[in-house]
């Protein structure tokens, strides 16, 4: 654990980091390290036999104490309504979420742009502690595919947008966060 991570009372965090590279047990670890009310939101849906069992596990993870609230599409109104001093939650995770907005608005670019502008505008007001873990998808190669190049690029520009409005930002690669904004 990062000690200069856990000073915040109040804001955003942003764990960044590929798919299975640690970030979600690394930022379980800091909210358990923040103290406070703990909230679990969690994106995921069951949409397959395989991702049922992955949410399953995932839930087995979690110590106990933490309340989940599952969100997949509304994140900005689940954050807005969980939100409070001394309140922890985990956002996890950015990707997910954003999957399943594409899922349900295909090519329809406004609600999506929408719903990333809501919750960038939740998070600048938030009176606890927000950890955010979300992959970075933009270091492989260029996806074959428009749907796939078009969440690259909306999963950057998220990602971004996160990283502007956080007053922390780690990355973990293997297993080893390494702070980017502190």
Known sequence: MLPSLTDIEQGCILVLGGAKSGKSSFALQLCHALGGKKIFLATAQPLDSEMALRIERHKKERPLGWQTV????????ALE?????????L????????????LKYGDEMEPIETAMNNLTEVLKRVK?????????????????????RRFRDLAG??????????????????????????
Do not use: Y
Request: hydrophobic share 50%.
């Open 70 to 77: 599952e969100e997949p599409l509304e994140v900005g109104r």
């Open 81 to 89: 309504r969980l939100d409070g001093p001394g309140t922890v939650i």
């Open 91 to 102: 956002l996890d995770c950015l990707t997910l979420w954003l999957s399943n907005l594409i």
């Open 128 to 148: 606890g502690v927000v950890v955010v873990v979300s992959n970075e998808v933009g270091l492989g190669i260029v996806p074959d595919n428009p749907v796939a």
């Open 157 to 182: 520009s998220l990602n971004q947008r996160m990283a502007a409005l956080s007053q922390k930002v780690v990355v973990v690669l293997a297993g080893i966060p390494t702070v980017l904004k502190h």
